[in-house]
C-alpha cells in the first residue's frame, strides 16, 4: 500500500503501472491517493493493515500511534 503525498499522487500511480508491466500481479501493490489527515485515519484503523510505514512530523507519528490497533496474538 502506497499513499502519497496528495501534491504528487500520479508518480505513484506511475509506479504501479510500471510494476505491473514487469509482472508483479496486480493488486500486490496498491496506491491510495488522497489527503493525509483522512487517508492516515483509515489506513491506521484498517483490521486488514498489518504495518503502517511513514515519512512525516513527530506529531504525526504521534497521531498514527495513538489511533493504532491493538494488536492480538492471532495477527502473527
Same mark, same amino acid.
Given at each position: 500500500?502506497v499513499?502519497?503525498?496528495?501534491?504528487?499522487?500520479? *508518480?505513484?500511480? !506511475? !509506479? +504501479?503501472?510500471?510494476?505491473?508491466?514487469? %509482472?508483479?500481479?496486480?493488486g500486490?501493490?496498491?496506491?491510495?491517493? %488522497?489527503? %493525509?489527515?483522512?487517508?492516515g485515519? +483509515? !489506513? *491506521?484503523?484498517?483490521?486488514?493493515?498489518?504495518?503502517?510505514?511513514?515519512?512525516?512530523?513527530?506529531?504525526? %507519528?504521534?497521531? !498514527?500511534?495513538?489511533?493504532?490497533?491493538?494488536? *492480538?496474538?492471532?495477527?502473527?
Amino acid at each position: 500500500m502506497v499513499k502519497p503525498a496528495e501534491e504528487t499522487p500520479l *508518480s505513484a500511480i !506511475l !509506479l +504501479i503501472e510500471l510494476l505491473e508491466e514487469v %509482472g508483479v500481479p496486480s493488486g500486490v501493490v496498491n496506491v491510495v491517493p %488522497g489527503h %493525509g489527515e483522512e487517508a492516515g485515519r +483509515i !489506513l *491506521s484503523e484498517h483490521p486488514d493493515v498489518r504495518h503502517i510505514i511513514f515519512t512525516g512530523s513527530i506529531p504525526t %507519528g504521534k497521531e !498514527l500511534w495513538r489511533r493504532r490497533r491493538p494488536i *492480538s496474538p492471532q495477527s502473527h
